[in-house]
């Protein structure tokens, strides 16, 4: 890859072709649960665009840029209303579509010039939906926003982590297409950082990618499983345009500018069916750690932590000029090759790939999913604790460092764990 085809594909800034592709997709951008009776205003920056998230006095989100546009106040200092955010500086309000509602001295001394008629900032539109605020940048008419299949999954206790990465979203979704990483990054460097003469884990023997409606599948052979096993005959997917499924949960990578990521996982673990039902009445959102404050260094102890490593080692834009492909990376290929015609279809006035327009389409959107029998279906406390995977998750949250004890304690009443102490994080996960 040469220089300007790494910026072709790593530039999201307004007017930018990949940006253009981006913006035609809902992003997630925050947990429904950060806002609360003292926190309704939030400063957020998305494409590299500073705005405001809020939410009114009525419940109704916002998302609106961050001048006011009277005098550049900022507006992450203003104060919500029953409808729409006020300007803390000179009190101009403004509702969700940007519009100028409120002009406080000019509607009291010339209320019929209408002032505010003739004054708009920049808003784009916001929806909540599977407990997280989700943005739309690209133009009218917005697409469906999905409603994957495990949003409507039942008798689940959901949780949603944010962190920000300092490196470019690309690298990031890369990560997403490359299924050998699990046997190093994951599973050796986990043995090796408890024990240095720990016996390295099974080799992958082939890996196989294809494309479908919604993204890539990546699928990978180990030589201790039969090639029936979930891991070959269903795979993984790096769901268009930026996120990884694994069934169990999604990790979206949100561009914040050319330079920062925004990982938004939204994780979903079946409970017992002794525990059923369960009603989750709200989703915590929770935001984890990326550094270790007594070393500084990047917390390696946890699955999605270790990729975080991964892609800010590359640099924050990661120089492809450089790189040396293998093998293993014909999957890395197919995505960079399906974002330049994402980018090659919008010039011709169609959809990227991924797009949904139909709503009976976008009911209940299947993807492929390794153990839907257990998350649908469920299976008892005993049968859980034997499961290969789910069982670990019994034992501690292993995808990402710092989960605040009261979310764990949630997670114990959730699953029917008694007398369940709050696990010491800093132990590296067994995988």
Not at 102 to 114: G, H, I, L, Q, S
Request: glycine share 8%; net charge negative; hydrophobic share 35%.
């Amino acid at each position: 890859m040469d220089a300007a085809e790494n910026a072709l594909l790593t530039q999201v800034g307004p007017g930018t072709p990949m940006g253009g592709v981006l913006r035609r997709h809902w992003m997630p951008i925050a947990g429904a649960s950060e806002f609360d009776e003292k926190t309704r205003v939030k400063p957020v920056r998305l494409m590299g665009e500073d705005l405001v998230l809020y939410k009114d006095l009525s419940g109704r989100f916002g998302l609106v840029e961050r001048k006011c546009a009277h005098r550049r106040a900022d507006l992450s200092y203003g104060f919500v209303e029953k409808c729409g955010l006020r300007c803390n500086y000179h009190g101009w309000a403004y509702d969700e579509s940007g519009q100028c509602v409120e002009m406080p001295y000019e509607d009291t001394v010339a209320p019929k010039a209408r002032y505010k008629d003739k004054i708009k900032i920049l808003a784009y539109p916001v929806r909540e939906h599977a407990g997280m605020i989700w943005a739309y940048m690209g133009p009218a008419p917005a697409p469906q926003l999905p409603n994957w299949e495990p949003f409507t999954w039942k008798n689940g206790f959901r949780q949603i982590i944010i962190s920000k990465i300092p490196c470019n979203w690309l690298q990031c979704q890369e990560n997403s297409i490359d299924p050998v990483h699990f046997e190093w990054m994951h599973t050796n460097w986990s043995r090796r950082q408890s024990d240095i003469d720990a016996e390295l884990g099974p080799k992958h023997m082939k890996v196989g990618f294809d494309a479908f409606r919604y993204g890539l599948i990546y699928r990978r052979q180990r030589e201790d499983l039969p090639e029936d096993h979930p891991m070959w005959s269903v795979g993984r997917v790096c769901l268009w345009p930026n996120c990884f499924f694994l069934g169990d949960h999604f990790e979206w990578r949100v561009p914040i500018d050319d330079e920062n990521t925004l990982s938004v996982a939204w994780v979903f673990q079946r409970v017992p069916t002794e525990m059923e039902p369960y009603e989750q009445e709200t989703i915590p959102t929770w935001h984890g750690p990326i550094t270790d404050p007594d070393t500084g260094r990047w917390i390696s102890t946890h699955v999605i932590n270790q990729d975080f490593i991964a892609w800010v080692g590359q640099g924050t834009i990661a120089d492809r000029t450089m790189e040396k492909l293998g093998m293993s990376d014909r999957g890395i290929l197919m995505l960079r090759r399906q974002l330049k015609d994402d980018i090659e279809a919008i010039e011709r006035g169609e959809d990227p790939m991924g797009i949904i327009r139909d709503p009976a389409e976008n009911t209940c959107v299947e993807l492929p999913i390794a153990e839907r029998d257990i998350l649908v279906d469920g299976v008892s406390r005993e049968e859980m604790r034997a499961h290969p995977v789910f069982g670990k998750h019994m034992e501690r949250f292993m995808f990402q460092a710092g989960q605040p004890p009261e979310v764990w304690q949630e997670f114990c009443d959730a699953m029917g764990l008694e007398n369940r102490q709050k696990y010491d994080d800093r132990q590296v996960i067994k995988i």
